[in-house]
C-alpha cells in the first residue's frame, strides 16, 4: 500500500508532462482577457473560479462581443458539462468520502488530471487513498495555471496594441478542435455545430451560441446510436 504522500506525489509526477501545453495556454489565457479590455483583477479572477481555458477565454470573448452575462454562463456551462461524466466515473472511487470533501476535490478536476488520475485508479483498485493521486494532479494544474494566467496578464499589459492578441483566440481554439479531427464521427458532430451556428447566426441574444453545440450534441447521440 502506497502513503498519502506517494500518491499525492505520483499525481504530481502524472500530470508534469502535460505542463508543456498548460503553461502555453494559459499565459495565453491571461494576455488575451487583457487584449479584450478587460480589468486584471477580473481576469484573474474567472482563472480561479472557473479555472479552464476554454471557458474562460469563451466567457470573455462572449462579453467583449456584447453577449448577456446569462449567455456567456451558459455557454460556461455547456463546455464544462463533460465533467458530469468526470464525475460519474470517479464517483466509486471517492464514495467513502465525505460531502464535504467530494465538493473541494471536483473544484481540482480538469481534464488532464482526471485522465491521469482514472488510467492511475484502474490500475490500483485496491489502494486505499486513491483520492491523493487525484488531490496531486489537480493541485498541480491549479497552481500552474494561476501562475502562468498571470504570467500571461502582466505580459499581455506590455503587448502593443498594433501587435494585437486577439488573433490567438482562432488559432487556440483551432489547435483545440485539431485534435478531434481524427474520426468521422467527430468531423460530423464539427460540421454540424459550425452549420448550426450560421443557421442561427442572427438569434436574439447571440442564443446561436447554445442553440448550435445543443443540435450537435443530438447529432452526437444519434451518430453514437447508430454506430451500436
Given amino acids: 500500500m502506497l502513503t498519502k504522500k506517494q500518491l499525492f506525489s505520483k499525481g504530481f509526477l502524472s500530470v508534469a508532462p502535460h505542463m508543456l501545453s498548460v503553461i502555453p495556454f494559459g499565459i495565453i489565457c491571461g494576455a488575451i482577457g487583457i487584449e479584450l479590455g478587460f480589468d486584471p483583477i477580473l481576469v484573474y479572477a474567472l482563472s480561479i473560479i472557473i479555472f479552464g481555458g476554454a471557458s474562460q477565454i469563451v466567457f470573455l470573448q462572449l462579453l467583449s462581443g456584447g453577449a448577456s452575462a446569462l449567455i456567456a454562463v451558459t455557454s460556461v456551462g455547456v463546455i464544462n458539462s ?25 473544484y481540482i478536476v480538469v481534464d488532464q ?25 489537480g493541485v498541480t494544474l491549479w497552481i500552474f495555471w494561476q501562475l502562468s494566467t498571470l504570467a500571461g496578464i502582466v505580459l499581455g499589459s506590455f503587448v502593443p496594441e498594433e501587435l494585437g492578441l486577439k488573433f490567438a483566440i482562432p488559432l487556440t481554439f483551432i489547435a483545440i478542435v485539431v485534435q478531434d479531427l481524427k474520426k468521422l464521427d467527430h468531423v460530423i458532430v464539427m460540421i454540424t455545430c459550425g452549420l448550426s451556428s450560421l443557421l442561427f447566426f442572427n438569434a436574439p441574444f447571440k442564443s446561436y451560441i447554445i442553440i448550435s453545440p445543443v443540435i450537435a450534441l443530438f447529432v452526437a447521440a444519434l451518430v453514437l446510436r447508430l454506430k451500436k
Fill in 113 to 137: 488530471g482526471f485522465a491521469e488520475s482514472n488510467k492511475f485508479f484502474m490500475k490500483n483498485k485496491t489502494e486505499t487513498h486513491l483520492h491523493y493521486h487525484l488531490i496531486g494532479s
Fill in 82 to 106: 463533460r465533467h458530469l461524466l468526470y464525475g460519474a466515473v470517479l464517483s466509486e472511487y471517492l464514495e467513502k468520502l465525505s460531502f464535504i470533501k467530494k465538493l473541494l476535490i471536483s
